[in-house]
């Protein structure tokens, strides 16, 4: 009985060991997995005027904005960045560069940038005044989801899509300007805006996504174009 007795524990004291070993393993490849993670979210190739910068091209000399000082209030994005020597043309605004800056009350983007990548500037709060200009062509999911201080806006000339959850709980927004060239409005795209009182759709849309408009609640009237070919529920 006393042989059998001291087997098992040793048994029992080995799968202790093989066990700690284990969760030890599992500890360090969890450590390793964050800091990938980390180093994928915060990393840039260079900053210029306290912008964070990925290059997206050597050839054409073209960057994506990925962030920058998450305490400023104001913040202008230029046409034009340098770095070791070299000026690079700023394009794009890249995904999630500035959501939840919680200071962030003003934004001014150059007439240089073409697409706003997903949630770019989502949950910023207290973003009150943010200038788009007409060289903006693209505007993906949730851009501006949840910026509830946001009370109006003009969108770019050359927009022919509101994606999926832009404006969705922008619960302030109470004007907005739609370009004539707008033929889309995604799912949600404007979901949650109660103050939201009028707007007026463009004779080129043709397409209304699901629960585009759902809880706007102070918009009584809407006029639809006759361009218009699918309308989901709303």
Known sequence: LRLAQKAALRVLF????????????????????????????????????????????????????????????????????????????VIKIGKSAFKGYRY???????????TIETGAFRDCRILSSL???????????GAFKGCCSLTSLTLPNSLTTIASETFEDCFRLTSLTLPNSLTSIGYNAFK????????????????????????CSSLTSLTLPNSLTSIRET
């Open 14 to 89: 080995k799968q202790i060991k093989n066990k700690e070993k284990m969760n030890k393993s599992i500890r360090f490849i969890s450590v390793i997995l964050m800091g990938l993670i980390s180093f994928q979210i915060y990393a840039y190739d260079f900053i210029s005027d306290g912008i964070h910068y990925n290059i997206l091209s050597e050839t054409d000399r073209t960057v994506t904005v990925t962030g920058g000082n998450e305490y400023s209030e104001s913040i202008v994005i230029p046409p034009k960045a340098i770095h070791n020597s070299k000026t690079y043309s």
């Open 104 to 114: 962030l009350t003003s934004l001014t983007l150059s007439n240089s940038i073409t």
């Open 131 to 141: 200038t788009l200009p007409d060289s903006i062509t693209t505007i993906e999911t």
């Open 192 to 215: 949650g805006c109660s103050s939201l009182t009028s707007l007026t759709l463009s004779n080129s849309l043709t397409s209304i996504g699901n629960y585009a408009f759902q809880g």
